[in-house]
C-alpha cells in the first residue's frame, strides 16, 4: 500500500497561533510525543527568530530520535548558518528554506523582478547543499505564483540539489479543485525522485479539504498540525488527514506511521501547553465528537454502534470515562492502569503520583483515566520548580475584604505572606507576587472540568506577561482556588526557570 509522510509544523506554524505561548521546555515535551505519535519529520522551529528557538531545535536534535527534524530558514545565508548550527546533532537533519514567489510579494515584499527570485533560491540551495544532504524547499505564496514561473523556480532548486518540494498555500486562498489540479501538474512536470509535500492554511476553512485533493492527485508529504494550531485561522489539521485516511482506506489506498491511538494524547499536550483550547465540536478531538445526544441517534447507538458511528474514540486513544480506581487502590494498581493508558513513567516520580492520586481519592469518589492523566501530566511535565506551594488559606465572602495567606518553599527556605485582593484568587496572586518579587500581567485565565460530576477536578490556564514575555501555566485540583494558584506558580517558575533567576524571597 502506498505510503504518505506526515510532517508535523506544530512547533513551527503552529506555534504562531496568536494567543499561544509554549516554552522550549514545552516544545521539547510536544516534540518527544510527536515521536511517539509517528510522525516522520517535526518541524522544531525557526532558529533565526530568537536564541529560544535555535535552543528549543538544538536540544530537539539531540534528544528526539525517530523523526527527521527540520529547522525552518529564510533564503539568506545567516538563516541558513544559524539553521544548520542547531541541527547538528540530529541524526536526521532537514532544512527547510523558503522564498515568497508570487508577484505580489515579488513587487511589494521584495520589489524583485523574477530572474532575481530565480537566482536567490538557485543560490540559497546551492549553498544549503554543502553542509546537509536534504532540502525542503517551499515557494511561499505558491497558489497566488504563474504556474509556469512556479514550475520554474521548483526546477531551478531541484537542479541544485533540493529533494523536497513543499507547496503552500500560504494564505489559505486555493479551492481544492484548483489545488488538486496545481500538485497533479507538478506531479506531471518535475522530477518523480523528488517528494512532493503540501502545506495548506485555513483562512477559508478549506485546509483539510485541500490537503486531501493534493493527496489524491499525488503529493507525498503532507504538513499539517496538531489541532489545527497556526497563524490566523490556522493550518491543516494532523488529526483530521490521518482520520480521513485510515476511515476511508477504502477510496485511498493510504497509510501513513501515525499511530491513531496516540492522537488524543498529543492534542491534549498541545492544548493544555500552548493554552489554546480545542473547540467542543473539533472533529476527532473536541469534546463532543462521539458523543450522542439526540434521542434518536442514541437509540440507533446501543442497537448497533456503526449506525452513527464511522469511528470509534478507542482508534484515537480517547479514554474510556470508565471508574478506574478508587480510595482503596493501591500503588501497583495506580501504576499498571497509567501503563495502560500510555504513560510510562520513572520508579522515583509514581510515589508523587500516588501521593497526589491518596490525595485525590479522599477527596473524588471516582476516579476516571482523566483524572489519572492530569496528574500524570502534571508531574511529569512541570518546569523546574523554583518554587512550590507549601499551604495557603483564604478569607472571602460578600461582606469581608478578600485576604489570603501563602507559604512557598524555595530549596529548604520557606516564605509566608499575606495580601488583600478583589477576591481570593487575586489576593493569592499578589501573595505571590510579594514573596518572588515578580510583577506579572494576568493576560488570560481559563477554567475548566477535567471530567463530569460535582466533585471533578478543575483544571486552570492562564497566561502571565513577565517581562515582556509569554508565559503559560496550569494547575490541578479539585479546589479551584488551589488550582489557581498553582497555575499562577507553574507560570512564574518558568520564568524563573527560564531566566535562571533565584531571588532571595
Ligand atoms: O505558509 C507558508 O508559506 C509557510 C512556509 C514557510 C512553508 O509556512
Ligand atoms: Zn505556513
Redesign the pocket.
Known amino acids: 500500500m502506498k505510503k504518505i509522510f506526515i510532517f508535523d509544523?506544530t512547533l513551527r506554524?503552529g506555534e504562531q497561533s496568536p494567543g499561544a505561548s509554549l516554552s522550549s521546555q514545552g516544545k521539547i515535551q510536544i516534540a518527544i510525543q510527536l515521536a511517539k505519535l509517528g510522525v516522520d519529520v517535526i518541524e522544531a522551529g525557526f532558529p533565526i527568530v530568537s536564541e529560544d528557538d535555535a535552543n528549543a531545535v538544538k536540544t530537539i536534535s539531540k534528544e528526539v530520535k525517530g523523526p527527521s527534524i527540520c529547522a525552518?530558514a529564510r533564503c539568506i545565508k545567516k538563516d541558513i548558518d544559524c539553521a544548520l548550527k542547531s541541527l547538528e546533532t540530529s541524526q536526521k537533519p532537514r532544512i527547510?528554506l523558503?522564498l515568497a514567489t508570487s508577484e505580489i510579494h515579488r513587487k511589494y515584499k521584495f520589489g524583485k523582478a523574477k530572474s532575481e527570485i530565480i537566482r536567490i533560491a538557485k543560490e540559497s540551495v546551492n549553498y544549503a547543499k554543502k553542509y546537509i544532504s536534504e532540502i525542503e524547499f517551499?515557494p511561499?505564496?505558491a497558489t497566488r505564483t504563474e504556474k509556469d514561473f512556479l514550475l520554474e523556480v521548483c526546477q531551478t532548486v531541484i537542479n541544485e540539489g533540493a529533494n523536497i518540494i513543499?507547496i503552500?498555500d500560504?494564505v489559505g486562498y486555493a479551492l481544492p479543485e484548483e489545488f488538486g489540479q496545481l500538485i497533479g501538474f507538478l506531479k506531471n512536470n518535475l522530477d518523480e525522485k523528488i517528494i512532493l509535500s503540501i502545506?495548506c492554511?485555513n483562512d477559508l476553512g478549506l485546509a483539510v479539504a485541500n490537503s486531501i485533493a493534493g493527496i489524491i492527485n499525488g503529493a507525498t508529504q503532507v504538513e499539517c498540525t496538531i489541532n489545527g494550531l497556526g497563524e490566523r485561522a490556522g493550518n491543516a489539521s494532523l488529526e483530521e488527514i490521518v482520520m480521513n485516511l485510515v476511515v476511508r482506506k477504502d477510496y485511498f489506498g493510504i497509510e501513513t506511521n501515525i499511530k491513531t491511538e496516540e492522537i488524543y494524547r498529543t492534542s491534549k499536550l498541545v492544548s493544555s501547553l500552548t493554552g489554546i483550547m480545542v473547540q467542543p465540536n473539533k472533529a476527532i478531538v473536541g469534546e463532543n465528537a462521539f458523543r450522542h445526544e439526540a434521542g434518536i441517534h442514541q437509540d440507533g447507538i446501543l442497537k448497533n454502534r456503526a449506525t452513527y458511528e464511522i469511528m470509534n474514540p478507542q482508534m484515537v486513544g480517547i479514554p474510556e470515562s470508565q471508574l478506574v480506581l478508587g480510595k482503596h487502590s493501591g500503588r501497583h494498581a495506580m501504576q499498571n492502569k497509567l501503563k495502560q493508558i500510555g504513560f510510562n513513567i520513572e520508579e522515583e516520580k509514581i510515589d508523587k503520583i500516588f501521593e497526589r492520586f491518596k490525595q485525590l481519592a479522599d477527596k473524588k469518589k471516582d476516579i476516571t483515566d482523566m483524572d489519572l492523566i492530569v496528574i500524570a501530566e502534571e508531574e511529569t511535565i512541570s518546569t523546574i520548580s523554583v518554587y512550590t506551594l507549601e499551604y495557603f488559606h483564604t478569607i472571602s465572602g460578600s461582606s469581608t475584604i478578600p485576604t489570603a495567606t501563602v507559604r512557598l518553599k524555595k530549596g529548604n527556605d520557606l516564605f509566608e505572606d499575606a495580601s488583600r485582593g478583589d477576591g481570593p484568587v487575586d489576593a493569592i496572586y499578589k501573595t505571590i507576587d510579594k514573596i518572588t518579587g515578580c510583577n506579572p500581567v494576568l493576560k488570560e485565565y481559563k477554567i475548566n472540568a477535567v471530567t463530569g460530576g460535582q466533585d471533578a477536578q478543575g483544571e486552570v490556564i492562564i497566561s502571565l506577561i513577565i517581562d515582556k514575555v509569554n508565559f503559560i501555566g496550569k494547575g490541578v485540583s479539585t479546589d479551584i482556588i488551589e488550582a489557581s494558584a498553582k497555575a499562577y506558580l507553574n507560570a512564574i517558575n518558568m520564568y524563573f526557570s527560564k531566566k535562571n533567576i533565584f531571588k532571595k524571597g
Do not use: G
Request: glycine residues 0%; charged residues 25%.
Open positions: 509544523t506554524d525552518l527547510h523558503f517551499s511561499e505564496d513543499n503552500p500560504s502545506h492554511h
